[in-house]
């Protein structure tokens, strides 16, 4: 542990030069990415310089135990009980501190959900998990912008698109990623017979330009009218896009906003994105039969969660964790739930270590 802590506090002076560095500073990729490092790296340091302390202090409570002043023996030996557990408590802490970081952890996020199985139901439970995630956004003072939405007239939505801007939102929003099952009796039953259904939510991290390259030779272009309410550049304007991406296939359309332009820029960050977790998928795929994660699998198919309306328990099949706070859960309170996730996947990364 003391070589690891003292290589971490190595690099952190190593970027603290690079910070000061006018090549560095002249170049604003770089710089960001240094700078990102530097600050991530800061609490593992200032908790392993405390580690060393109490290191540097056993050492020393050792060193008088094995000479011969009595008096100053018997308080060594009362001091070095404690500062071992000290040291034991900081180890367990600096462990999960030094777990391999997904660089994307705080990026921002683009959050696609969809309407799966149960028709006009699931579309309403789309729209519910809509809210949720806008006001687990609020909660955390997140900045929520809508890029695509396909409603289906009657308060649900058959897609919604949107991103997510704030420090860390990716890290914590990963683990909504899957499918999400709802059980409840819908609006739509005069029977009062609970019903199933489903919605489908993936959760992206934002690519910045420099991580992924389009050829604008690889992309198809197409323009149309918006639909829905907005106004008379609804019916005057072409103001929608839609693009293809020739080499993948993938099909990003936007039209939420009045300006073609403005419909293309956010278009392509939908775009990036979506190739972005592509390629992270294929290496996860790859990496699939060394170590396969519970928590964090990346399988959109997955079913991972199921929200019970009748009984108000929400329960997360990848954690078997179960609260009964399902009111409090789809006002976007669902901090406790991902906090338990994390944890789990902290101690499966710490057991496979």
Same mark, same amino acid.
């Given at each position: 542990m003391k070589d690891k802590i003292e290589s971490v506090i190595a690099r952190q002076n190593e970027l603290a030069n690079l910070l000061a560095d006018p090549a560095v500073m002249n170049d604003q990729d770089r710089l960001k990415t240094t700078a990102r490092e530097h600050s991530q790296l800061r609490p593992i340091v200032l908790?392993?310089?405390?580690?060393?302390?109490?290191?540097?202090?056993? @050492?020393?409570?050792? @060193?008088?135990?094995?000479?011969?002043? %009595?008096? *100053?023996?018997? +308080? %060594?030996?009362?001091?070095?009980?404690?500062?071992?557990?000290?040291?034991?408590?900081?180890?367990?802490?600096?462990? +999960?501190?030094?777990?391999?970081?997904?660089?994307?952890?705080?990026?921002? !996020? +683009?959050v696609e959900i969809r309407a799966g199985t149960g028709g006009e139901e699931a579309a309403l439970f789309a729209a519910d998990l809509f809210r949720l995630y806008t006001r687990f956004a609020e909660r955390n003072n997140w900045q929520r912008e809508i890029l695509e939405m396909n409603d289906t007239g009657i308060g649900g939505y058959k897609e919604v698109i949107f991103s997510i801007t704030g420090k860390g939102a990716y890290g914590l929003m990963k683990y909504e990623s899957g499918v999400h099952r709802v059980q409840r009796v819908?609006?739509?039953?005069?029977?009062?017979?609970?019903?199933?259904?489903?919605?489908?939510?993936a959760v992206l991290p934002e690519a910045e330009e420099a991580e992924?390259?389009?050829?604008? =030779?690889?992309?198809?272009?197409? !323009?149309?009218? #918006?639909?829905?309410?907005?106004?008379?550049?609804?019916?005057? !304007?072409?103001?929608?896009?839609?693009? !293809?991406?020739?080499?993948? =296939? *993938?099909?990003?359309?936007?039209?939420?906003?009045?300006?073609?332009?403005?419909?293309?820029?956010? #278009?392509?960050?939908?775009?990036?994105?979506?190739?972005? #977790?592509?390629?992270?998928?294929?290496?996860?795929?790859?990496r699939a039969d060394a170590r396969k994660s519970m928590v964090s699998t990346g399988d959109r198919s997955a079913k991972i969660r199921t929200?019970?309306?009748?009984?108000?328990?929400?329960?997360?099949?990848? +954690?078997?964790?179960? @609260?009964?706070n399902l009111e409090n859960v789809m006002d976007g309170d669902i901090a406790e739930l991902i906090e338990q996730l994390k944890l789990a996947e902290q101690q499966e990364q710490l057991a496979g270590d």
């Open positions: 908790k392993g310089q405390e580690y060393l302390e109490v290191v540097e202090q056993i @050492a020393d409570d050792e @060193a008088i135990l094995a000479g011969d002043d %009595a008096d *100053l023996k018997e +308080i %060594a030996q009362e001091e070095l009980s404690r500062l071992k557990k000290q040291k034991e408590d900081l180890e367990d802490e600096l462990k +999960i501190m030094l777990l391999p970081k997904d660089p994307n952890d705080d990026k921002n !996020t +683009i819908p609006k739509t039953e005069a029977g009062g017979r609970v019903h199933t259904s489903a919605s489908t939510v992924i390259d389009i050829n604008e =030779g690889d992309l198809k272009i197409d !323009t149309f009218r #918006a639909s829905g309410a907005g106004g008379q550049h609804v019916n005057k !304007t072409e103001s929608a896009i839609r693009i !293809t991406h020739l080499p993948s =296939g *993938l099909v990003v359309s936007c039209q939420d906003e009045k300006s073609q332009h403005q419909n293309r820029i956010l #278009a392509m960050k939908v775009l990036r994105s979506r190739l972005l #977790a592509q390629e992270q998928e294929r290496l996860a795929k790859a929200y019970n309306f009748p009984q108000g328990r929400i329960t997360d099949h990848r +954690i078997n964790y179960t @609260a009964y």
